[in-house]
């Protein structure tokens, strides 16, 4: 373990590759003393993953399905504030909470997932976010479309509106 550690300082400075349309990853298992897992993108980042003690992992960072979830939350998020943007929308915030069931028999797949998005901005209309948010679903965000085959798929969303409250001419 402590030697994969020792040489994330090498995979910190590699450079991104463009690899057009196909993703590339290597994992490291970081070595007999436990279940510590490092993964190099091929855009040049890292991420570590282990497993629970009764796993034999010694919990030292988030295990893959967590990530898989936290990639899907950070994808569709991703989307919604880019609609947003590019829709010029005040929008200041974007936060998602995601809350998962998997299948109680291996390979223990994600059976549902509730998407819960708090957006934050400047007179953000429900109807905007919302469509905000159905079009990364619907069309845009690859992770949630792939674990639409084996989930139900299901979001709600609260709208924080930062707008001056109008003065009170009492």
């Not at 300082?9 to 463009?18: G, V």
């Not at 084996?150 to 709208?159: E, G, M, P, R």
Request: hydrophobic residues 40%; proline residues 4%; negative net charge.
């Amino acid at each position: 373990m402590i030697g994969i550690l020792n040489d994330l300082r090498f995979i910190i400075l590699a450079l991104p590759k463009d690899s057009g349309s196909g993703m590339e990853c290597t994992i490291n298992w970081g070595g007999p003393q436990g279940m510590l897992f490092v993964a190099q993108t091929g855009s040049g980042h890292i991420a570590a993953m282990d497993g629970a003690p009764e796993g034999g992992g010694n919990n030292l960072a988030p295990r893959p399905m967590e990530l898989l979830l936290a990639g899907t939350g950070g994808c569709t998020a991703y989307d919604v504030v880019l609609i947003l943007k590019r829709g010029r929308h005040a929008v200041t915030g974007c936060s998602v909470k995601l809350q998962a069931e998997r299948a109680d028999t291996d390979p223990k797949v994600f059976t549902s997932i509730h998407f819960t998005f708090t957006v934050t901005g400047k007179n953000l209309s429900r109807t905007v976010v919302e469509r905000a948010i159905a079009l990364s679903h619907d069309k845009y965000c690859s992770a949630s479309a792939m674990l639409a085959h084996t989930a139900k798929i299901t979001w709600s969303a609260d709208i924080i509106d930062e707008a001056p409250a109008a003065a009170d001419n009492a």
